[in-house]
């Protein structure tokens, strides 16, 4: 048997086993995070589909890691 959550249903909830799919369907901050932190470990995640587009990115954390990774 198989059922479907949104990420918001899932906040708060941990869970054996995580199907996510990583595309344009992802329309706010975090959500990508919230989806795969659900899962117990690592192994449990399974990532049906990834659009790498589909994740912005704030070029100040980028400045920053960068920064760090040079001292």
Do not use: C, N
Request: no cysteine; net charge negative.
């Amino acid at each position: 048997m198989a059922f479907a959550l949104t990420v918001h249903k899932t906040q708060g909830l941990t869970l054996d086993k995580i199907s996510v799919s990583l595309d344009s369907g992802m329309f706010a901050p975090g959500h990508a995070y919230t989806a795969m932190s659900r899962a117990r470990a690592w192994d449990d995640v399974d990532i049906s589909s990834l659009d790498l587009e589909a994740f912005a990115v704030d070029m100040e954390a980028i400045a920053e890691y960068r920064r760090l990774e040079a001292l």
